[in-house]
């Protein structure tokens, strides 16, 4: 036996099947399972073949309408369905299973993934009730309702209500009840709870024994290494704290777990370090700010909730970002339907450095806004971070993107993120909540929070670019005043393609070469994002087009000669072909502008950057056209 895996859940099954996949020994322990079976969601890559699919996924508040994801890649199945088909596919590679740790010696290499451990008084420590309900009519769709705060105790912690539809059992559903709190809830409140969490919910009872499970969301990467064993899952307390979610990261955990094994098989003593720098990269920040942000629920649910109804990208990724956590955990799983980047592998630790400066520098202060910069899924930055442009125009004097240029590209992300925020029109008001618009008023505070620290980020690395990136925010302000949305857009990617070579020492001509390349990656992206929303597909912004002419951040009216709405509703599919012609043409553009321009590394990073922008959501077609 090379390798011990304790626990045969989602994690510990997982490291299983990869690490007999990678030819060790591995003996997989299963405890008896107890208590009834429940329904659950999950992403669909790891979702077996009889999973049912999901049409909707809201997230309420209470009296506010909720926020509608509409369709997903998420699927409903059963966890003990979830769980037997990795467990045969642990099988099936080779590993054994037993019930119990044999007498032998215990091999040095061991994975617990055993779940939660007894409660703790620790933070990101809580309790999840779940049971079967009836009376529950909302087939087809996932609801998660966040609970409004008390107003007689600030302290209080959050309450969070999941129900996931029963397939082929109408009226029924598994409902989930998770809270971090010292206790879990008295049976009159869960049943208040479940009652208030959607209209369709008024008259459910539950039919079952409802179970009390503790809740494990207290990961950091130094506790992941437990009596010398690798932590997985919800063992290592990654399970989301805002919904109790936690199979996407188990899985991911037990990716990582097994890929430093493999790495390290002739040195196993690097194995510890390997796995917790694995997980520091695929899970940096996000946990911490969002049990920071379960401590300010009283701010974060009076945010969330007043902007419920918004189309505006601001509002609707904060959203994505409470329901669907960590964004690098959902990335991997992705990945096996994807083919492997070299280009973003290659650029992953100057994006991984500059996402630990911004978490950093607004973690604390302001949790919910680093959430929002580690992204939803499909979020903003995948594939277009400003980082990696800035990395790209680093490399065009023939070196690799030096990580202590980190944080320039953190203050851009951050900046970036700040106009964003300054974006939302004031005409987008909600109803006053205690005297305060807290729609409108949070977008402003956010806005200038994050414009400041990104200035204070940048003229604290280097003070020498100071005046530059005053000028270029005085730039954009005027220009989101103006309404010029490409104008902004080119400006925006311009920025980071000249600063880059500025940092880089480049010539005067290469100089140019790079800021006519970022001016039109601000067109290319511009007209992906437009042809997203006339095809009323999801692109980086993350709205509608109802949303976007709102916040006047399309270029349609310009470019078609100021349709309505509904007229381009009517003639989308012609106007989307006419996007698609000016994208080639942009293309072509930039292949031409920085052939044998820059090196050849440095070349292939800007195409790269240059299409991703131009296909937001790869196979978005394929999946539509399917």
């Not at 390290?264 to 695929?282: E, N």
């Not at 277009?384 to 990395?391: E, G, K, N, T, V």
């Not at 001016?519 to 992206?525: D, E, I, Q, V």
């Amino acid at each position: 036996m090379d390798v011990l895996v304790k626990g045969a859940g989602p994690a510990g099954c997982t490291a299983a099947r990869l690490l007999a996949a990678s030819g060790f020994d591995v003996l997989l322990v299963e405890r008896p399972r107890t208590g009834p079976d429940h329904q659950m969601v999950v992403e669909q890559p790891v979702a077996p073949a009889s999973a049912a699919g999901t049409s909707r996924l809201l997230l309420s508040f209470g009296g506010e309408a909720p926020r509608d994801f509409g369709r997903s890649n998420m699927v409903i199945c059963s966890y003990r369905t979830l769980v037997e088909s990795l467990r045969e596919a642990a099988v099936a590679a080779g590993a054994v299973i037993a019930t119990a740790v044999p007498d032998e010696d215990i091999p040095g290499l061991v994975v617990d993934a055993t779940g939660a451990p007894p409660h703790s008084e620790r933070p990101g420590h809580g309790w999840t009730v779940t049971g079967t309900w009836r009376n529950c009519s909302v087939e087809g769709t996932v609801v998660t309702h966040l609970t409004q705060p008390d107003d007689e105790n600030p302290r209080a912690a959050p309450v969070v209500v999941r129900v996931v539809p029963v397939s082929g059992a109408p009226g029924t559903a598994t409902v989930s009840v998770t809270t971090m709190s010292s206790r879990p809830l008295a049976g009159d409140r869960i049943e208040s709870a479940v009652r208030s969490a959607d209209p369709r919910m008024a008259a459910a009872v539950a039919v079952s024994p409802l179970t009390v499970y503790p809740v494990n969301a207290g990961f950091a990467p130094e506790n992941a290494i437990r009596d010398g064993a690798l932590a997985a899952g919800e063992a290592a307390g990654l399970v989301n704290p805002f919904t109790g979610d936690g199979i996407s990261y188990a899985i991911r955990s037990a990716e990582i777990a097994a890929e430093a094994v493999a790495r390290h098989r002739k040195d196993p003593s690097r194995v510890s370090d390997a796995y917790q720098a694995g997980l520091r990269a695929s899970f940096v920040g996000y946990f911490h700010t969002a049990r920071h942000a379960i401590r300010h629920y009283h701010l974060a649910w009076r945010i969330l909730s007043s902007s419920a109804s918004s189309e505006h990208p601001f509002f609707r990724q904060s959203h994505r970002a409470v329901l669907f956590g960590g964004a690098m955990a959902h990335d991997a799983l992705r990945a096996r339907r994807e083919p492997a980047d070299p280009v973003r592998l290659y650029l992953a630790p100057f994006t991984m450095a500059c996402n630990e400066v911004a978490v950093r520098r607004i973690g604390d202060e302001w949790p919910l806004l680093a959430m929002h910069t580690l992204g939803g899924r499909d979020g903003l930055h995948r594939g277009i971070r400003p980082s990696a442009l800035f990395a790209g125009a680093l490399m065009a004097a023939g070196d690799h993107p030096d990580v202590r240029q980190a944080p320039v590209a953190a203050a851009i992300e951050l900046a970036l993120l700040g106009a964003l925020a300054h974006s939302v029109p004031a005409g987008e008001a909600s109803a006053p909540c205690r005297g305060v618009d807290w729609r409108y008023a949070s977008s402003v505070m956010a806005a200038d929070y994050l414009l400041a620290t990104a200035t204070d980020v940048l003229t604290t690395a280097r003070p020498d670019l100071s005046a530059a990136f005053a000028a270029w925010l005085a730039s954009l302000v005027a220009l989101r005043a103006e309404h010029k949305a490409e104008a902004l857009f080119e400006t925006f990617f311009e920025f980071p393609a000249r600063l880059g070579t500025y940092a880089a020492g480049s010539d005067d001509a290469t100089a140019d070469v790079l800021r006519r390349f970022g001016r039109t990656c601000g067109r290319l992206f511009l007209l992906a994002e437009d042809r997203a929303l006339l095809l009323e597909r999801q692109g980086r912004l993350d709205t509608t087009l109802t949303g976007a002419l709102a916040a006047r951040l399309t270029g349609l009216p310009v470019r078609f000669g100021r349709l309505s709405e509904n007229e381009m509703r009517a003639r989308r599919n012609v106007l989307a072909e006419k996007l698609d012609e000016t994208i080639a043409g942009e293309l072509r553009a930039v292949d031409e502008s920085v052939a044998k321009a820059v090196p050849a590394r440095c070349e292939r990073v800007l195409r790269y950057f240059a299409r991703s922008l131009a296909n937001p959501v790869p196979g978005a077609d394929e999946e539509a056209a399917r």
